[in-house]
């Protein structure tokens, strides 16, 4: 596997053709600008967790996924892998998000992991971008506890893939910077709104909306939050995030600044009581 093919520009220029105008078409915040505020600096994050992820996805996979295969009885994986496709990838979808929902929870809600997931929250202004704005370790446990479930129940490589592919569109629509209802299928299917609230810079949505896919996943937790039609106005957290990537990526391992959860991680009983 070459550098190239690790850094994958690509995708990212396709993202930029797709979202650019669209993002122009069905603003949510008329007045931002599509080159905002720090936007260089997420671009090179892109690139170089990029290569720091896959190279620890590979190692980890390497390691693990042989000896966690072994546990699973063959009957059960036969099972998997002779269901319609269809089937396997709701399934994927459904196990994949849940266990990517208490990862997220865990690294809203465990102080020395809020630290590297705020320097996701930071962003002041979403946009399609900003979904790629996250620290590397944040990302690579967030992946390997959502895909390595996945790979040892043994779903079809087809299944895996039009889930990934689902995902990563999924993932960049939910932070663009777009006003799209999805009606009544915004509590199934994760929409701009729905995350658009997960990094609210408003109390009474402070830790909610942790799944990346499906709602119906926080409804069951407790942590759901989706006011009517409503959507917020401010962005972010009130801890002083540095702006460069070299700067981003030390910050957790630094003592002291910034809070140690998200505040007022207790907010979730009140909303729950005003919903
Ligand atoms: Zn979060
Ligand atoms: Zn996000």
């Known amino acids: 596997m070459d550098l190239l093919h690790l850094l994958n520009p690509k995708a990212l220029l396709i993202a930029a053709l797709i979202f650019i105008p669209f993002e122009r078409l069905t603003a949510l915040h008329g007045d931002q600008k599509?080159?905002?505020?720090?936007?260089?600096?997420?671009?090179?994050?892109?690139?170089?967790?990029?290569?720091?992820?896959?190279?620890?996805l590979i190692a980890t996979f390497g390691l693990f996924l042989g000896t966690l295969t072994g546990l699973i009885p063959v009957s059960v994986r036969e099972f998997v892998l002779e269901q319609p496709l269809w089937l396997?990838?709701?399934e994927i979808i459904l196990i994949s998000d849940t266990c990517y929902y208490l990862t997220h929870r865990a690294f809203h809600e465990v102080p020395v992991l809020w630290k590297f997931h705020s320097i996701h929250h930071s962003v002041e202004e979403m946009d399609w971008l900003a979904a790629y704005r996250i620290h590397p370790l944040d990302q690579t446990v967030a992946k390997i506890a959502s895909l390595l479930p996945i790979f040892v129940l043994g779903y079809s490589g087809g299944a895996i893939l039009i889930y990934a592919f689902i995902f990563q569109w999924q993932t960049i629509l939910i932070h663009s910077n777009t006003r799209l209802s999805f009606g009544p299928l915004?509590?199934?299917?994760a929409?701009?709104?729905?995350?658009?609230?997960?990094?609210?810079?408003?109390?009474?949505?402070?830790n909610t909306n942790y799944a990346a896919q499906v709602p119906l996943i926080d409804w069951l937790f407790g942590?759901?939050?989706?006011?009517?039609?409503?959507?917020?106005?401010?962005?972010?957290?009130?801890?002083?995030?540095?702006?460069?990537y070299h700067q981003q990526f030390v910050y957790p391992f630094l003592k002291s600044s910034g809070t140690d959860t998200q505040p007022?991680?207790?907010?979730?009983?009140?909303?729950?009581?005003?919903?």
């Open 264 to 275: 007022e991680a207790g907010a979730a009983a009140e909303r729950a009581g005003s919903q």
């Open 186 to 189: 915004r509590w199934i299917v």
């Open 34 to 56: 599509i080159l905002r505020k720090h936007w260089q600096n997420d671009v090179l994050t892109f690139m170089i967790n990029k290569v720091l992820i896959n190279l620890c």
């Open 191 to 206: 929409s701009p709104q729905f995350h658009h609230w997960h990094h609210a810079n408003k109390p009474e949505a402070y």
């Open 223 to 244: 942590t759901l939050y989706m006011p009517g039609k409503k959507l917020p106005e401010k962005y972010g957290i009130d801890d002083d995030i540095p702006r460069y």
């Open 88 to 90: 396997q990838v709701i």
